[in-house]
């Protein structure tokens, strides 16, 4: 083909924004400008992607259509941006020109992706020179965040770049048809990394390298053993879930309790063979986000019974490293177990392991033998979470792996900042313009380890975001260990305190944020949690407020009932069933089951405690409502992790929503007592459990739509957030949102971002950015945040 003259030919500069790093953005450039014959370069920029094109003008503007309208598998282009620049005729041919690795600036790097079909294919086929290669990766699939320590995405700024590419590697990542052309992750048996087994001391295993160590590890599994596993973002601790002693082992052992493990399927078949799964919930399963997907388990499911015990949801997910699908075997490979519970590699309270030392040490006890790799995680990255609604849209419950760190389209501008979220399922967030980023699901600030771990990850997430915070946002309790974090952060900044955001003022502000609103008008902001600090120093937690970015009103909340002993008060819902009873002024009686619950010294204490408020605090908590209904219906009683008493209650309702319509009345001012007598009446008849908690259910949903109904007349808006934890609970939203869209209201629903604590920090963020000042911690009754 005849190249153009310099007379007839143009030559354009052209710049993509988006996610186009860590993408194979740069090869598939190449081979579009190839297949044009169009000379020029591309290369990796601080921003995004540069090109310099030159050719006929009709091929270089085909070559600009194609960019924006058949990017590679996993970018997102959001920009591209063209000028004309002089003709060189310089240019030999195209070519890819390296990254300067100390340039700095902002792209946007994909999350980590699950294994692709091609190289599935490749690793179970012999006749590959990558057959069983634990690392098997190409420009469509691997790990990208936790590998990253920098920006511009290149492999001398990730955890491979201690891996020297052997000359059959070096090739294809040169070859511009090669689907591995400037795949940074790219190696094979000869020099990329490598798995080992590391035996307890007492175990009697013996250690064990590559394809050994994952038989090995595959035996000790059928053996009943636990394992712990390095993934991408950190490791998990593995075991058979169909093998009863194994299960109930690793639940000792991590002092778990009874809270739910998920469970790791070898395939889509496996899977659907324990749960049922709908379209939308298949399609989650295999997509290449890989989450946890809540599923409703099948009745004689073949699972331990200890896997997730008084649950309505069984959590499942497939294989997304090369090490999970090897692990489960390839064809002709010994048979092991079909189905692993795959829980975080930690211990209970503390972020997930993944530095292979610390492994041994923080792990020892836990596992009978460590499954590790020598390639370093760069930033832990835990499983994300979600469920699929009736309607197939998804509510992401954590968002964490396949998302992070994708940036989130702000409605507003935000100034440079940091939020931090909460002291439960904390997941930090910076902002700048009109993009937000999240950082990965960090847990429970309860110690050091997570503290350090929430340092890390902030120190990560400005290194590739380019985010350089002037302020920092945090929620108003005073007792949070991440509000006294901002306090040290902020001093460092421009701006040097915080902004203090009120609590469910910031649930709302995240929902108004993930669904695009500019905040012009104010929303009715539903806002049902465990727990958030409120204005008046009580615990607030049952919530309906007036809200926009700028400020709020508290509209309605649920009466209020004390809260004995505090913490003591949540981890015994016993304790709050009697607490609500009394406020309600409905009598212990003995037969109660929250009553037999109790011991006689607990009823002595909370008799004297009750009426003098020593040791109370007063909460306006839906999430501990929930909790006294579950215990005076006899569901749960004393729970051993957050929200089990709630969670179970839930599943009982499961079992009678389809055929029970009736819902139990709350009284005036949001009261409760109502419900509680009728189900009071409702024991005393024999009322089957299940329908005294559907009936409660459908109760709590018909107060949300008497509540909005009531805003509505008093300030004529029509739009309603549904926001907090509580909403989690999926007969609850689903039933509230029904009604309401019934009633001709706009219903706002969390989608990508967490409705609990997990998407806290977004409404922080933009609440923030409205209002600067830092809140002055002794004004505990101001409503605005700009005051």
């Not at 992750?185 to 000869?190: N, S, T």
């Not at 975080?344 to 460590?370: C, H, K, M, Q, Y």
């Not at 954590?398 to 979220?421: D, E, N, Q, T």
């Not at 839906?622 to 957050?642: I, N, P, T």
């Given at each position: 083909?005849?190249?153009?003259?310099?007379?007839?030919?143009?030559?354009r500069?052209?710049?993509?924004?988006?996610t186009?790093?860590?993408?194979?953005f740069?090869?598939?450039?190449?081979?579009?400008a190839?297949?044009?014959?169009?000379?020029?370069?591309?290369s990796?920029?601080?921003?995004?992607?540069?090109?310099?094109?030159?050719?006929?003008?009709?091929r270089?503007?085909?070559?600009?259509?194609?960019?924006?309208?058949?990017?590679?598998?996993?970018?997102?282009?959001?920009?591209?941006?063209v000028?004309?620049?002089?003709v060189?005729?310089?240019?030999?041919g195209?070519?890819i020109?390296?990254?300067?690795?100390s340039?700095?600036?902002?792209?946007?790097l994909?999350?980590?992706?699950?294994?692709?079909?091609?190289?599935?294919?490749?690793?179970?086929?012999?006749?590959?020179?990558?057959?069983?290669?634990?690392?098997i990766?190409?420009?469509?699939?691997g790990?990208?965040?936790?590998?990253?320590?920098?920006?511009?995405?290149?492999?001398?700024?990730?955890?491979?770049?201690?891996?020297p590419?052997?000359?059959?590697?070096a090739?294809?990542?040169?070859?511009?048809?090669?689907?591995?052309?400037?795949?940074?992750?790219v190696?094979?048996?000869?020099c990329?990394?490598?798995?080992?087994?590391?035996?307890?001391?007492d175990?009697?295993?013996?250690?064990?390298?590559?394809?050994?160590?994952?038989?090995r590890?595959?035996?000790?599994?059928a053996?009943?053993?636990?394992?712990?596993?390095?993934g991408?973002?950190?490791?998990?601790?593995?075991?058979?879930?169909?093998?009863?002693?194994?299960?109930d082992?690793?639940?000792?052992?991590?002092?778990?309790?009874?809270?739910?493990?998920?469970?790791?399927c070898?395939?889509?078949?496996?899977a659907?063979?324990?749960?049922?799964a709908?379209?939308a919930?298949?399609?989650?399963?295999?997509g290449?986000?890989?989450?946890?997907?809540l599923?409703?388990?099948r009745?004689?499911?073949?699972?331990?019974?200890?896997?997730c015990?008084?649950?309505?949801?069984?959590?499942?997910?497939?294989?997304?490293?090369?090490?999970?699908?090897?692990l489960?075997?390839?064809?002709?490979?010994?048979?092991?177990p079909?189905?692993?519970?795959?829980?975080?590699g930690?211990?209970?309270?503390?972020?997930?392991?993944?530095?292979?030392?610390?492994?041994l040490?923080?792990?020892f006890?836990l596992?009978?033998?460590?499954?590790a790799?020598?390639?370093r995680?760069?930033?832990?990255c835990?499983?994300?979470?979600?469920?699929?609604?009736a309607d197939?849209?998804?509510q992401?419950?954590?968002r964490?792996?396949?998302?992070?760190?994708?940036?989130?389209?702000?409605?507003?501008?935000?100034?440079?900042?940091?939020?931090?979220?909460?002291?439960?399922k904390?997941?930090?967030?910076?902002?700048?313009?009109?993009?937000?980023?999240?950082?990965p699901?960090?847990?429970?600030?309860?110690?050091?380890?997570?503290?350090?771990?929430?340092?890390?990850?902030?120190?990560?997430?400005?290194?590739?975001?380019?985010?350089?915070?002037?302020?920092?946002?945090?929620?108003r309790?005073?007792?949070?260990?991440?509000?006294?974090?901002?306090?040290?952060?902020?001093?460092?900044?421009?701006?040097?305190?915080?902004?203090?955001?009120?609590?469910?003022?910031?649930?709302?502000?995240?929902?108004?944020?993930?669904?695009?609103?500019?905040?012009?008008?104010?929303?009715?902001?539903?806002?049902?949690?465990?727990?958030?600090?409120?204005?008046?120093?009580?615990?607030?937690?049952?919530?309906?407020l007036?809200a926009d970015?700028?400020?709020?009103?508290?509209?309605?909340?649920?009466?209020?009932?004390?809260?004995?002993?505090?913490d003591a008060?949540?981890?015994?819902?016993?304790r709050?069933?009697?607490?609500?009873?009394?406020?309600?002024?409905?009598?212990?009686?003995?037969?109660?089951?929250?009553?037999v619950?109790?011991?006689r010294?607990?009823?002595?204490?909370?008799?004297?405690?009750?009426?003098s408020q020593?040791?109370?605090?007063?909460?306006?908590?839906?999430?501990?409502?929930?909790?006294?209904?579950?215990?005076?219906?006899g569901?749960?009683?004393?729970?051993?992790?957050?929200a089990?008493?709630?969670?179970?209650l839930?599943?009982?309702?499961?079992?009678?929503?389809d055929?029970?319509?009736?819902?139990?009345?709350?009284?005036?001012?949001?009261?409760p007592?109502?419900?509680?007598?009728?189900?009071?009446?409702?024991?005393?008849?024999?009322?089957?459990v299940?329908?005294?908690?559907?009936?409660?259910?459908?109760?709590?949903?018909?107060a949300?739509?008497?509540l909005?109904?009531?805003a509505?007349?008093?300030?004529?808006?029509?739009?309603?957030?549904?926001?907090?934890?509580?909403?989690?609970?999926?007969?609850?939203?689903?039933?509230?949102?029904?009604?309401?869209?019934?009633?001709?209201f706009?219903?706002?629903?969390?989608?990508?971002?967490?409705?609990?604590?997990?998407?806290?920090?977004?409404?922080?963020?933009?609440?923030a950015?409205?209002?600067q000042?830092?809140?002055?911690?002794?004004?505990?009754?101001?409503?605005?945040?700009t005051?």
């Amino acid at each position: 083909m005849t190249a153009p003259t310099t007379a007839t030919a143009v030559r354009r500069r052209i710049t993509v924004r988006g996610t186009v790093q860590g993408v194979g953005f740069r090869p598939h450039v190449h081979r579009l400008a190839a297949g044009l014959a169009l000379t020029g370069f591309v290369s990796n920029t601080p921003n995004g992607v540069l090109i310099e094109v030159e050719g006929t003008a009709v091929r270089v503007e085909r070559f600009r259509e194609l960019l924006a309208t058949e990017p590679p598998p996993l970018a997102t282009v959001t920009a591209v941006g063209v000028e004309e620049v002089p003709v060189t005729g310089a240019d030999p041919g195209f070519t890819i020109r390296a990254t300067d690795p100390s340039s700095q600036g902002r792209t946007q790097l994909p999350p980590d992706t699950a294994t692709c079909a091609d190289c599935l294919r490749e690793l179970a086929d012999p006749a590959d020179r990558r057959h069983g290669h634990p690392f098997i990766t190409c420009t469509h699939c691997g790990p990208r965040f936790t590998i990253a320590t920098g920006m511009p995405y290149d492999r001398a700024v990730t955890t491979m770049s201690g891996f020297p590419m052997c000359a059959g590697c070096a090739r294809e990542y040169e070859a511009p048809a090669d689907r591995r052309f400037h795949a940074q992750p790219v190696a094979c048996p000869d020099c990329g990394p490598r798995l080992r087994l590391v035996p307890a001391a007492d175990s009697g295993v013996r250690a064990a390298r590559d394809g050994e160590a994952l038989s090995r590890a595959r035996e000790l599994l059928a053996a009943g053993r636990i394992v712990a596993v390095k993934g991408i973002g950190g490791y998990h601790l593995a075991c058979d879930a169909t093998n009863a002693r194994a299960v109930d082992t690793l639940r000792t052992r991590k002092a778990r309790g009874d809270k739910p493990f998920a469970v790791m399927c070898a395939d889509l078949d496996e899977a659907e063979r324990i749960a049922v799964a709908g379209s939308a919930e298949r399609a989650a399963l295999t997509g290449p986000r890989r989450p946890i997907v809540l599923l409703r388990p099948r009745d004689g499911v073949r699972l331990a019974s200890g896997v997730c015990p008084g649950s309505p949801h069984l959590g499942v997910m497939l294989p997304y490293t090369p090490v999970h699908t090897l692990l489960f075997g390839l064809p002709g490979d010994p048979p092991g177990p079909r189905v692993l519970v795959m829980t975080s590699g930690n211990r209970s309270g503390e972020p997930i392991v993944t530095d292979d030392d610390e492994a041994l040490t923080r792990l020892f006890g836990l596992a009978d033998a460590w499954l590790a790799h020598d390639r370093r995680i760069a930033s832990p990255c835990d499983d994300s979470l979600l469920r699929v609604r009736a309607d197939g849209t998804e509510q992401v419950l954590r968002r964490s792996r396949g998302y992070v760190p994708r940036p989130l389209r702000l409605p507003v501008p935000v100034r440079p900042a940091l939020a931090v979220g909460g002291d439960l399922k904390n997941a930090l967030c910076v902002g700048e313009g009109e993009l937000a980023w999240f950082g990965p699901h960090i847990g429970d600030m309860g110690d050091l380890a997570t503290l350090e771990a929430a340092v890390r990850a902030e120190r990560h997430l400005r290194r590739l975001t380019g985010v350089r915070p002037e302020l920092v946002a945090a929620d108003r309790h005073p007792g949070y260990h991440a509000s006294a974090w901002a306090r040290r952060r902020a001093a460092r900044l421009p701006v040097n305190r915080p902004v203090f955001v009120q609590h469910h003022h910031a649930h709302v502000a995240a929902a108004m944020a993930e669904a695009g609103l500019d905040g012009t008008t104010p929303v009715i902001g539903v806002a049902f949690d465990g727990t958030g600090y409120g204005d008046d120093g009580t615990v607030w937690g049952g919530e309906v407020l007036v809200a926009d970015y700028t400020g709020y009103r508290r509209l309605a909340h649920l009466a209020p009932a004390p809260l004995p002993g505090g913490d003591a008060g949540v981890a015994n819902p016993c304790r709050m069933a009697l607490a609500r009873l009394w406020a309600a002024g409905l009598p212990w009686d003995a037969d109660l089951p929250c009553v037999v619950a109790c011991s006689r010294e607990e009823l002595r204490l909370l008799a004297r405690q009750l009426p003098s408020q020593v040791g109370c605090v007063a909460t306006s908590s839906m999430g501990r409502l929930f909790d006294a209904v579950s215990s005076l219906a006899g569901v749960c009683h004393r729970a051993g992790y957050e929200a089990q008493a709630a969670l179970e209650l839930e599943a009982q309702a499961c079992l009678a929503w389809d055929e029970e319509t009736a819902a139990y009345p709350f009284g005036d001012r949001f009261d409760p007592a109502p419900a509680l007598r009728a189900i009071v009446t409702d024991l005393r008849r024999g009322a089957p459990v299940p329908v005294i908690a559907a009936r409660f259910h459908r109760g709590v949903a018909r107060a949300v739509l008497d509540l909005c109904r009531g805003a509505r007349r008093a300030t004529g808006l029509t739009t309603v957030a549904l926001t907090g934890g509580v909403f989690a609970n999926a007969l609850l939203e689903q039933a509230g949102s029904d009604l309401l869209h019934g009633s001709g209201f706009t219903v706002v629903r969390h989608r990508e971002v967490p409705p609990n604590d997990g998407g806290l920090a977004l409404g922080q963020l933009v609440v923030a950015a409205h209002g600067q000042r830092p809140h002055d911690d002794r004004r505990t009754a101001v409503s605005d945040e700009t005051e």
